[in-house]
């Protein structure tokens, strides 16, 4: 007897992500984004921090849980603005490393 629902066979895609933001690093990334948060995500958590271009901008690594299951793009939008316009990546978690 196969059961399909251990596997969620049929349902729609999850709401949680991984989203990385490139920020400068002038920035002070402690807390730098909770508003948004707090009016698109459900939680999320700072999983990693790292340098990038030769230590002059950071990128943050979140995992979040979407109030919805797509991506708003005003949530976008509104990094972009934070972020002065700078990379933002927000994808679906696989087994592998996330670009």
């Known amino acids: 007897m196969l059961l399909l629902t251990a ?3 049929g349902e729609k895609g999850s709401a949680q992500r991984v ?3 490139t920020i400068p690093e002038n920035l002070d990334y402690d807390g730098l984004f909770d508003d ?3 009016t698109y995500v459900k939680s999320y958590s700072l999983d990693k921090i790292k340098t990038t271009n ?3 901008l950071y990128e943050l690594q979140y995992l979040i849980t979407l109030k919805e299951n797509n991506v708003p793009k005003e949530f976008l939008d509104e990094i972009r603005c934070c972020n002065g316009n700078l990379n933002i990546v927000c ?6 490393e996330i670009l």
């Open 7 to 9: 596997l969620n066979f």
């Open 19 to 21: 989203l990385k933001i």
């Open 36 to 38: 948004l948060f707090k």
């Open 54 to 56: 030769m230590g002059t």
């Open 91 to 96: 994808c679906k978690e696989t087994s592998g």
